[in-house]
């Protein structure tokens, strides 16, 4: 009986052991690794539909804070790429990966648009990916300097209550001051133009320029092929 030569017989080996990783791996279900295909068209191979931009308790989020804070930007569903600007010395596609695209539920802006809080509307049935997910968010909004305030959707605060989140030293004075009118009536307090400004409503707005939108296409010129 003729014997293989050990060439061959290495060559048979690794053969049936490259069989056998691709039967284990379909049998894994092992997902393949997905090629971008410039040739698609963005509208044809994607056919767009218009949803909603909030859920019903960020709505009804985003009516309280425009009841209560008049003087400010009330802005929904913001990026983190958006309004937080991250040092270059490390690749920023890294940066976008991990937390730029991150969005804040509800973002408050003085009247210059500048970030000053976010609120953020938790649900009571929240997945361990989506909490770790706003964790993430919520390190570099505090981080940036910017207040995060936390709603949970079945028990949202009133509108006096949402107020006294953000002025919580006027509404206090404001619960002790009672205006009387010279024929004796009383009067309900009403709240100077101060109490509707916070840090920075003042200052120059010559301040930090947003993020442009297509600073991160700049930073990678494949996605604006992509995109396009």
Not at 127 to 141: D, I
């Amino acid at each position: 009986m003729n014997l293989l030569d050990p060439t061959a017989l290495a060559m048979l080996v690794a053969f049936a052991l490259l069989l056998a990783g691709l039967w284990l791996r379909r049998r894994s279900g092992t997902p393949q690794q997905t090629v971008a295909d410039d040739t698609l068209d963005t509208v044809q191979a994607w056919p767009p539909q218009a949803v909603r931009v909030m859920t019903l308790g960020e709505r009804q989020a985003y009516e309280i804070l425009r009841r209560s804070l008049p003087g400010h930007v009330v802005l929904a569903q913001v990026p983190l790429s958006r309004f937080i600007s991250v040092p270059t010395r490390f690749p920023y596609s890294q940066w976008l990966q991990r937390a730029g695209r991150l969005g804040v539920d509800l973002l408050v802006c003085d009247f210059s648009s500048r970030a000053v809080a976010a609120v953020e509307v938790r649900t009571s049935d929240e997945s361990a990916r989506s909490a770790k997910r706003h964790q993430r968010l919520v390190e570099v909004l505090r981080a940036a300097g910017v207040t995060v305030h936390e709603w949970n959707e079945d028990n949202l605060p009133s509108v006096a209550e949402a107020r006294a989140l953000f002025f919580p030293k006027a509404s206090a004075d404001a619960k002790h001051e009672v205006a009387v009118t010279p024929g004796g009536r009383t009067m309900l307090p009403v709240a100077e133009i101060q109490e509707l400004l916070v840090d920075g409503d003042n200052t120059d707005y010559g301040q930090l320029e947003p993020v442009p939108s297509a600073f991160f296409e700049d930073e990678d010129p494949r996605l604006s092929r992509r995109a396009a």
